[in-house]
């Protein structure tokens, strides 16, 4: 059986941890000739915070492109990366976790292979991509890489 590479998805936080993760995720592209999909995932701290009005909308945005522009520069010159924000949480959808976004993008970006880090996140909540990668690993249809 030779396994079949177009899309890897990787998802993101700001951490160290997911740059690890992303270098993984492109090295895994480059092998297979595939192209790179990075998912920033935001915490439930920030998430709320915008619900709630007390973060700054357009600087958390412009904080969170910087971040994926330079996680997009660690690609090979033969690897094209395309990148998406998601809330991690919600405030009105019980269902929605970090879990189910990381799937969700995956089925929308048609990955065929993820790569996810298994620590935490930027907030204070802590390890919200540890228990991502959990819940990836145990539903995930695609192969997936947690480092």
């Known amino acids: 059986m030779t396994l079949e590479v177009d899309t890897v998805l990787v998802p993101v936080d700001g951490t160290d941890a997911s740059v690890t993760a992303a270098?993984?995720?492109f090295a895994v592209a480059d092998r297979y000739d595939a192209d790179a999909h990075a998912l920033y995932v935001l915490g439930e701290t920030v998430s709320r915070g915008i619900h709630a009005g007390?973060?700054?909308?357009?600087?958390?945005a412009d904080e969170t492109r910087t971040f994926l522009n330079d996680v997009e520069e660690l690609a090979p010159e033969d690897v094209?990366?395309?990148?998406?924000?998601a809330y991690g949480f919600s405030t009105t959808r019980k269902l929605q976790h970090p879990g189910s976004v990381i799937l969700?993008?995956?089925?929308?970006v048609d990955a065929d292979f993820l790569t996810i880090p298994r620590e935490g996140m930027l907030d204070e909540t802590g390890d919200v991509l540890e228990k991502a990668?959990?819940?990836?690993?145990l539903y995930a249809s695609q192969p997936v890489l947690s480092v």
């Open 54 to 60: 007390e973060v700054d909308e357009p600087e958390l």
């Open 23 to 25: 270098e993984y995720a």
């Open 104 to 108: 969700d993008c995956a089925a929308d």
């Open 80 to 85: 094209r990366v395309d990148s998406t924000i």
């Open 133 to 137: 990668a959990e819940y990836v690993l």
